[in-house]
């Protein structure tokens, strides 16, 4: 007997007890799934396997139709039939709750219909079990969208939302948070008044309302000003004032989510929450919450991270309340939750993104020891913010010309992660790689004899375009300053027909980056601009048709710099990259030197008239020559109509370039009188001679 009570749990024990006719086994067989799934996805995957969502969602349908047929016939429905309704509701809900996959099964079985149809039973048990189950759904994006834009679905859901159920309310307010996406959305709730009863359940609903609303309205909010001012505006009552009274709410979610909202709001108008009262209780209350220890604690630093981003001034409140002390004192912890370990490691790399000061605290407590550490654990995600995180200590130049970071204990393990079965991993690695290995060509040694750079070269070919575009900005920063040896050892593992095929990628990002490595290639010694001229000129003619086909200013400018720098060469170079500019032209007008000097990119035109500088130079012998091919392609009186313009670094270059054409205009000038001069003085020795009879 005991042995077959045990094998009446076993999952496909279960799973045939669900297709009994009996509506007990089956009411008791659901109760059982239900238990044994929640919380546990071991179990959720095998039931799964075992086709149990179907059978389940097979239940729910039929006895949906039973209470329709019951209640045509004015019959009462059996007591059993919405009991198995609140079950297999329930069941449905446990499979979907935080589990894609669950999610996934139950849409396909069909039985999101019939969930909804649950709504309008007449028993509250069997309307709150649909409303659960259809909340666990819509935490997932895999949840069908709703049309907001559609008069039926907009009365529904505000029907949703005045329900007394909570369950109900909430699902309404779900429902907003999963699809509501474009501004035409956001404004058409507002103009149905939702924004009015959202506000009303934060001041007087229930706890579970509370946070369902905050999550709905930071969806409306969302880079949507128009709509935010409106709410902070008249038309609302008590406006902002009943999300900032929830910063002190008993609860730690409900805390978690109003910080969430009120950061939406100020990223979205950045007038409001200006107080910095307000700016310091938001960055206390998420440092407060890392010390929980569930969901909380895991989102807290990523709403940490979302506050302080890009923002200076957050970033000094948050250093001087100790939010670096904190973090680290978090990572010590160790065996932290991959979401927690991942969060702390984004909010360090913002803490660090801007400041020097918080920079100089993360190495003084020594947290770059435990970032390292993170390169090598198992998480995927917990790897990539932890190069996200060397990425932002990297950019000080103090400290990368103390030499802190190009060692093994950094630079190795960066390395071993260019071969990364995760592609944002790879991207990550080399996005702080590219900081360390910049300008300090004392310690690139170290970089080059662990393999990285033979490594670059091989993810420049990668078929991902993202891979190929980092790897070619590592490889550009790696030589920039170098020496002419470690150029030539790059520039063989490279060669010339793959530049010349990445200068010509299909993908811009790889255009741009492959462009400025060749600029860093010949820039500085004359030996280097000799790669240009590699396998017949291959990189010089590949940079020429891209100039010429390019619309984008990133490429134009990284292009123009490139030839600047050969041009800065001999009388060869200079002619060679006027080949380019110029290539057989007739019509001037075709010159897409024009275009550029026209472009409102300030960088483009500056780089342009710098190559024009380098090939005018008056010390070239050909300087004169090539000055008119200009004058003549009216590349001179586009600089004339230049005269204003309002960047400072293309008038100081505007300015010597007319300096050289001055210089050549009265050299030129004085070389014809000096020949009028001297045939003068010709004639007068010939007339001289005929005075004196002389033949």
Same mark, same amino acid.
């Given at each position: 007997?005991?042995?077959?009570?045990?094998?009446?749990?076993?999952?496909?024990?279960?799973?045939?007890?669900?297709?009994?006719? $009996?509506?007990?086994?089956?009411? +008791?067989?659901?109760?059982?799934?239900?238990?044994?799934?929640?919380?546990?996805?071991?179990?959720?995957?095998?039931?799964?396997?075992?086709?149990?969502?179907?059978?389940?969602?097979?239940?729910?349908?039929?006895?949906?139709?039973?209470? %329709?047929?019951?209640?045509?016939? /004015?019959?009462?429905?059996?007591?059993?039939?919405?009991?198995?309704?609140?079950?297999?509701? *329930?069941?449905?809900?446990?499979?979907?709750?935080?589990?894609?996959?669950?999610?996934?099964?139950?849409?396909?079985? !069909?039985?999101?219909?019939?969930?909804?149809?649950?709504?309008? /039973?007449?028993? $509250?048990?069997?309307?709150?079990?649909?409303?659960?189950?259809?909340?666990?759904?819509?935490?997932?994006?895999?949840?069908?969208?709703? &049309?907001?834009?559609?008069?039926?679905?907009?009365?529904?859901?505000?029907?949703?939302?005045?329900?007394?159920?909570?369950?109900?309310?909430?699902?309404?307010?779900?429902?907003?948070?999963?699809?509501?996406?474009?501004?035409?959305?956001?404004?058409?709730?507002?103009? *149905?008044?939702?924004?009015?009863?959202?506000?009303?359940?934060?001041?007087?609903?229930?706890?579970?309302?509370?946070?369902?609303?905050?999550?709905?309205?930071?969806?409306?909010?969302?880079?949507?000003?128009?709509?935010?001012?409106?709410?902070?505006?008249?038309?609302?009552?008590?406006?902002?004032?009943?999300?900032?009274?929830?910063?002190?709410? +008993?609860?730690?979610?409900?805390?978690?989510?109003?910080?969430?909202?009120? %950061?939406?709001? +100020?990223? @979205?108008?950045?007038?409001?929450?200006? &107080?910095?009262?307000?700016?310091?209780?938001?960055?206390? %209350?998420?440092?407060?919450?890392?010390?929980?220890?569930?969901?909380?604690?895991?989102?807290?630093?990523?709403?940490?991270?979302?506050?302080? *981003?890009?923002?200076?001034?957050?970033?000094?409140?948050?250093?001087?309340?100790?939010?670096?002390?904190?973090?680290?004192?978090?990572?010590?912890? !160790?065996?932290?939750?991959?979401? +927690?370990?991942?969060?702390?490691?984004?909010?360090?790399?913002?803490?660090?993104?801007?400041?020097?000061?918080?920079?100089?605290?993360?190495?003084?407590?020594?947290?770059? /020891?435990?970032?390292?550490?993170?390169?090598?654990?198992?998480?995927?995600?917990?790897?990539?913010?932890?190069?996200?995180?060397?990425?932002?200590?990297?950019?000080?130049?103090?400290?990368?010309?103390?030499?802190?970071?190009?060692?093994?204990?950094?630079?190795?393990?960066?390395?071993?992660?260019?071969?990364?079965?995760?592609?944002?991993?790879?991207?990550?690695?080399?996005?702080?790689?590219?900081?360390?290995?910049?300008?300090?060509?004392?310690?690139?040694?170290?970089?080059?004899?662990?393999?990285?750079?033979?490594?670059?070269?091989?993810?420049? @070919?990668?078929?991902?375009?993202?891979?190929?575009?980092? *790897?070619? =900005?590592?490889?550009?920063?790696?030589?920039?300053?170098?020496?002419?040896?470690?150029?030539?050892?790059?520039?063989?593992?490279?060669?010339?027909?793959?530049?010349?095929?990445?200068?010509?990628?299909?993908?811009?990002?790889?255009?741009?980056?492959?462009?400025?490595?060749?600029?860093?290639?010949?820039?500085?010694? %004359?030996?280097?601009?000799?790669?240009?001229?590699?396998?017949?000129?291959?990189?010089?003619?590949?940079? !020429?048709?891209?100039?010429?086909?390019?619309?984008?200013?990133?490429?134009?400018?990284?292009?123009?710099?490139?030839?600047?720098?050969?041009?800065?060469?001999? $009388?060869?170079?200079?002619?060679?990259?006027?080949?380019?500019?110029?290539?057989?032209?007739?019509?001037?007008?075709?010159?897409?030197?024009?275009?550029?000097?026209?472009?409102?990119?300030?960088?483009?035109?500056?780089?342009?008239?710098?190559?024009?500088?380098?090939?005018?130079?008056?010390?070239?012998?050909?300087?004169?020559?090539?000055?008119?091919?200009?004058?003549?392609?009216?590349?001179?009186?586009?600089?004339?109509?230049?005269?204003?313009?309002?960047?400072?670094?293309?008038?100081?270059?505007?300015?010597?370039? =007319?300096?050289?054409?001055?210089?050549?205009?009265?050299?030129?000038?004085?070389?014809?009188?000096?020949?009028?001069?001297?045939?003068?003085?010709?004639?007068?020795?010939?007339?001289?001679?005929?005075?004196?009879?002389?033949?």
């Amino acid at each position: 007997m005991p042995s077959a009570t045990v094998n009446n749990h076993r999952p496909s024990e279960l799973l045939s007890r669900l297709a009994s006719s $009996e509506p007990e086994v089956k009411l +008791r067989a659901l109760r059982e799934v239900k238990n044994q799934i929640i919380g546990n996805r071991t179990k959720k995957l095998s039931f799964l396997k075992l086709g149990a969502v179907p059978a389940v969602a097979g239940i729910l349908a039929d006895s949906a139709d039973d209470v %329709i047929d019951c209640n045509n016939n /004015n019959c009462n429905v059996n007591n059993n039939i919405n009991n198995i309704l609140v079950q297999s509701a *329930a069941a449905l809900g446990s499979f979907a709750c935080g589990f894609d996959a669950g999610v996934q099964a139950v849409l396909d079985a !069909g039985a999101f219909p019939n969930l909804l149809r649950l709504l309008s /039973n007449s028993n $509250e048990k069997v309307v709150d079990a649909g409303a659960r189950a259809l909340r666990m759904i819509y935490q997932s994006k895999l949840a069908p969208k709703y &049309d907001f834009l559609q008069q039926k679905n907009m009365e529904f859901l505000i029907s949703l939302l005045n329900s007394e159920n909570e369950n109900v309310s909430g699902l309404g307010a779900s429902i907003i948070t999963n699809s509501c996406e474009t501004s035409l959305e956001q404004k058409a709730l507002f103009d *149905a008044g939702i924004l009015r009863r959202l506000n009303s359940l934060l001041e007087c609903g229930s706890l579970s309302q509370k946070d369902a609303s905050l999550e709905s309205l930071a969806s409306i909010f969302k880079n949507n000003s128009e709509v935010v001012s409106k709410f902070a505006g008249p038309e609302i009552e008590r406006p902002l004032g009943s999300i900032i009274d929830l910063l002190k709410d +008993r609860y730690p979610r409900t805390r978690l989510l109003a910080c969430m909202c009120l %950061i939406v709001i +100020r990223s @979205t108008s950045p007038n409001l929450l200006q &107080d910095i009262g307000i700016k310091s209780k938001l960055i206390h %209350i998420l440092i407060e919450l890392l010390d929980d220890p569930g969901q909380v604690g895991d989102e807290a630093p990523f709403a940490f991270s979302s506050l302080i *981003a890009q923002k200076e001034d957050l970033q000094k409140l948050a250093l001087e309340a100790n939010a670096i002390d904190k973090l680290h004192h978090h990572l010590q912890k !160790g065996s932290l939750h991959p979401r +927690r370990y991942e969060g702390i490691l984004l909010a360090l790399a913002d803490m660090c993104s801007k400041l020097e000061s918080c920079r100089s605290k993360f190495l003084s407590l020594q947290v770059l /020891n435990l970032v390292t550490d993170a390169l090598t654990v198992d998480s995927a995600d917990v790897r990539t913010a932890a190069c996200i995180c060397l990425k932002s200590v990297t950019r000080s130049i103090k400290n990368l010309s103390a030499g802190y970071f190009i060692n093994e204990m950094v630079v190795v393990p960066l390395v071993q992660l260019f071969l990364d079965p995760s592609t944002s991993v790879q991207v990550a690695a080399l996005g702080a790689i590219s900081n360390v290995v910049v300008d300090f060509t004392t310690h690139k040694c170290i970089f080059v004899q662990c393999g990285g750079m033979k490594q670059l070269v091989q993810l420049a @070919t990668s078929m991902e375009s993202a891979v190929r575009s980092n *790897a070619l =900005w590592a490889l550009k920063n790696f030589v920039f300053l170098a020496d002419n040896r470690l150029k030539e050892s790059v520039f063989s593992e490279l060669t010339a027909s793959l530049l010349s095929s990445l200068i010509c990628d299909p993908e811009p990002s790889v255009q741009e980056q492959a462009l400025a490595l060749v600029r860093n290639l010949v820039d500085g010694c %004359i030996n280097s601009v000799e790669f240009m001229f590699a396998e017949d000129g291959l990189i010089l003619g590949a940079i !020429g048709r891209q100039l010429q086909s390019t619309v984008k200013a990133e490429i134009g400018i990284q292009g123009m710099y490139a030839l600047c720098n050969v041009a800065s060469g001999n $009388e060869f170079h200079k002619e060679a990259v006027m080949h380019q500019l110029f290539p057989q032209m007739v019509d001037k007008n075709q010159s897409f030197m024009i275009n550029f000097l026209q472009s409102n990119d300030s960088q483009l035109r500056t780089a342009t008239v710098w190559t024009i500088v380098n090939l005018t130079c008056r010390s070239s012998p050909g300087a004169f020559g090539r000055l008119v091919k200009l004058r003549n392609a009216g590349i001179v009186s586009q600089i004339k109509n230049m005269v204003n313009d309002p960047c400072v670094d293309v008038k100081v270059i505007k300015f010597m370039f =007319w300096s050289f054409f001055f210089i050549f205009f009265f050299t030129f000038l004085i070389n014809l009188i000096s020949i009028f001069v001297e045939q003068l003085r010709v004639r007068t020795v010939l007339g001289q001679s005929m005075a004196f009879g002389d033949n």
